[in-house]
C-alpha cells in the first residue's frame, strides 16, 4: 500500500477517527446517528464511516447555523 503525503486525512473515517477529528466522543456520535441529526454516514459490512468531505461539509452547516443566529454570542 503507498504511503500517503503528510498531512493527507484518509477518504473514509472510522467513528472513532471522524470523532477525534470533531473533537466530540464517541458516544456523542453514536447518538447523532440515532437521532438522525449528526455528520452522514454509513454502514460498511459492520463498520460505521464518514467520508472526510462529509464532515467538512456538516462542519460548516454548523457553522454557518451559529453565525446565523442573532441570538448567538461569538
Not at 43 to 52: E, I, N
Amino acid at each position: 500500500m503507498p504511503d500517503r503525503p503528510a498531512g493527507h486525512e484518509p477518504e473514509l473515517l472510522t467513528i472513532v477517527e471522524a470523532a477525534e477529528l470533531l473533537r466530540a466522543p464517541v458516544a456523542t456520535l453514536r447518538y447523532w446517528r440515532h437521532l438522525g441529526t449528526g455528520p452522514r454516514s454509513f454502514r460498511l459490512g459492520r463498520r460505521v464511516l464518514y467520508r472526510a468531505d462529509d464532515l467538512r461539509s456538516w462542519i460548516d452547516v454548523q457553522h454557518g447555523q451559529v453565525a446565523n443566529d442573532p441570538g448567538s454570542r461569538r
